[in-house]
């Protein structure tokens, strides 16, 4: 049986849509041969019925795809469905999931055996924070020791609510902290201790002021995924090519300080209760109540998404070329930016969609490095699409115009 290039489960969904979008519109996949799957839906593109809860029509999915982009979330309830069905019938899977215990799934041998790519958080959640710490990295001259990353949203004056389906997925991901099963999961596929410089990112208050020429703002920590799987990928380099990992601390812009003080009391708010199985019920039920408009069932409209944008930054701090690491305290600055439009679903669409094209571009490439590179191939389950975005110029030649720029104290 042929297969399609690319599959879309959960094409209907609020993401999924813009995704679905992304492919139809870009000619990059004019000769990719497109499908889309999950409940029936009037599309340009064949359709296949699948259902979480349905395993043989999952099978069935897999089995027409090369590559499937799973849009369907909470992914803690219904992901690990699709990537054993993936695995076992040859297809390549993706998605854009930032629930961290979802991340930690343990299919990397089989996957391996049957020589599929599993990709976690290949949306907003990690991309830019992987992809720009990785460039800041390698482009760095000298060595580099922490980054601090700050991730700017730009809502535009008609606002920017969010689909209740990813406050949904943060309510499971706090709750899944309890899973002790993700913690040995994660331990195995991470053995070895690795080594930490004397000079680590500096502790901040909770609520803490960046001053550089370009970002002049009140922040606090940023407690999305970009943290961990920046850790994985750089644990991968020093595993696999013995170099020292980066270390990074992650923040989120709030703008003014009142702002981060009710930021940070509705985090701890939410966090608190998110715990408990009974309060959670009801913080599921009441979104748009408890997360005061910030997330509403309806998603932001068109005109909110247009005129939403982000600018991520990654400041770096190291040691010039050829002094001795953790010597002294390490002085030399390097920042870079990466600017997109809308975070949650246009950038996200990009992002997923050119680390799909490079699973089917790129392929012998991306067999031959993950040898090589020490960023997310070496255990073919990955956890973020860094060397796929890589080869396809994510975020310097998307067609949602998004970049990375260096040379921060010129802008």
Not at 44 to 63: F, N, V
Not at 92 to 111: M, R
Request: glycine share 8%; with cysteine.
């Amino acid at each position: 049986m042929s297969r399609f290039d690319i599959v879309v489960y959960g094409a209907t969904g609020f993401t999924g849509a813009y995704i679905v979008k992304a492919l139809a519109t870009s000619p990059l996949f004019a000769d990719k041969s497109i499908a889309v799957a999950g409940v029936p839906d009037v599309s340009k593109y064949p359709i296949i019925i699948a259902d979480s809860s349905d395993e043989e029509s999952l099978g069935a999915m897999a089995r027409q795809a090369k590559v499937i982009i799973n849009a369907v979330g909470p992914y803690v309830l219904y992901g690990e469905a699709v990537v054993r069905a993936a695995i076992e019938n040859g297809a390549d899977h993706l998605d854009i999931s930032g629930e961290e215990v979802f991340l930690e799934h343990k299919y990397n041998e089989a996957a391996k055996a049957k020589g599929v790519y599993i990709v976690g958080a290949c949306g907003f959640d990690s991309v830019p924070c992987d992809f720009g710490t990785e460039f800041l990295k390698r482009d760095y001259e000298g060595n580099l020791a922490y980054v601090e990353t700050f991730m700017r949203l730009n809502k535009g004056s008609v606002g920017y609510p969010l689909n209740t389906g990813t406050y949904n997925s943060i309510l499971l991901a706090i709750a899944s902290l309890w899973n002790f099963n993700a913690w040995v999961v994660k331990r195995a596929i991470a053995p070895k201790n690795a080594p930490k410089a004397k000079y680590s990112p500096p502790l901040r208050l909770p609520i803490t002021h960046q001053q550089h020429p370009a970002l002049d703002a009140w922040c606090i920590p940023f407690v999305g995924s970009d943290k961990s799987i920046v850790d994985r990928s750089q644990y991968d380099d020093f595993a696999t090519n013995g170099k020292r990992p980066v270390q990074i601390a992650t923040y989120m812009v709030q703008g003014s300080f009142i702002k981060s003080v009710l930021a940070l009391l509705w985090l701890g708010f939410i966090g608190f209760f998110a715990l408990f199985s009974p309060t959670r019920k009801l913080l599921e039920e009441h979104p748009e109540l408890f997360s005061f408009g910030m997330f509403q069932n309806a998603g932001p409209s068109k005109e909110q998404i247009d005129a939403a944008s982000f600018d991520y930054f990654v400041f770096g701090t190291g040691w010039e070329e050829g002094e001795e690491a953790n010597g002294r305290e390490p002085t030399k600055k390097a920042a870079i930016v990466c600017r997109s439009a809308d975070p949650g679903y246009v950038a996200t669409s990009a992002c997923i969609s050119s680390i799909a094209l490079a699973l089917l571009n790129d392929r012998p490439q991306l067999a031959k490095e993950s040898h090589q590179w020490g960023n997310i191939f070496q255990w073919w389950c990955l956890h973020t699409g860094l060397c796929c975005a890589r080869h396809s110029n994510l975020c310097v030649s998307a067609e949602d115009g998004s970049e990375f720029r260096e040379n921060l104290n010129s802008i």
